[in-house]
């Protein structure tokens, strides 16, 4: 994975949709989970500040990597630049927990 490389991954968390930005993203130790590490905001010398953004820099102070669990990823894509983090709410309809593949008993 390239130096310069951002990714925003998508995953639900307690019924609500966390978009973050991260430098890198790989496979965990831990089986079933996807490692994020190095995890980017905002600069503090905007005169605007996102309480989104803002939530998102408080929950996530002080941690290295996390792991997220595959069920909860929603996607994880590859950007050019890093955008606002945000939570939003599931949308209405919309499944949180993907349905796994049949596995023979």
Same mark, same amino acid.
């Given at each position: 994975?390239?130096?310069?490389?951002?990714?925003?991954?998508?995953?639900?968390?307690?019924?609500?949709?966390?978009?973050?930005?991260?430098?890198?993203?790989?496979?965990?130790?831990?089986?079933? &989970?996807?490692? =994020?590490?190095?995890?980017?905001?905002?600069?503090?010398?905007?005169?605007? +500040? !996102?309480?989104? $953004?803002? @939530?998102?820099?408080?929950? &996530?102070?002080? =941690?290295?990597?996390?792991?997220?669990?595959?069920?909860?990823?929603?996607? +994880? !894509?590859?950007? $050019?630049? @890093?955008?606002?983090?945000?939570?939003?709410?599931?949308?209405?309809?919309?499944?949180?927990?993907?349905?796994?593949?049949?596995?023979?008993?």
């Amino acid at each position: 994975m390239s130096e310069s490389s951002v990714y925003r991954v998508s995953f639900v968390n307690q019924g609500k949709v966390y978009e973050i930005y991260a430098r890198q993203i790989a496979t965990g130790t831990l089986f079933g &989970f996807v490692e =994020v590490e190095e995890i980017l905001f905002g600069e503090r010398q905007q005169v605007v +500040i !996102d309480p989104a $953004e803002e @939530r998102l820099q408080k929950e &996530f102070a002080g =941690v290295r990597r996390s792991y997220l669990p595959m069920h909860s990823i929603l996607r +994880i !894509d590859e950007v $050019e630049k @890093r955008g606002p983090a945000k939570i939003r709410d599931l949308e209405k309809g919309a499944s949180p927990v993907v349905t796994p593949f049949p596995v023979p008993v």
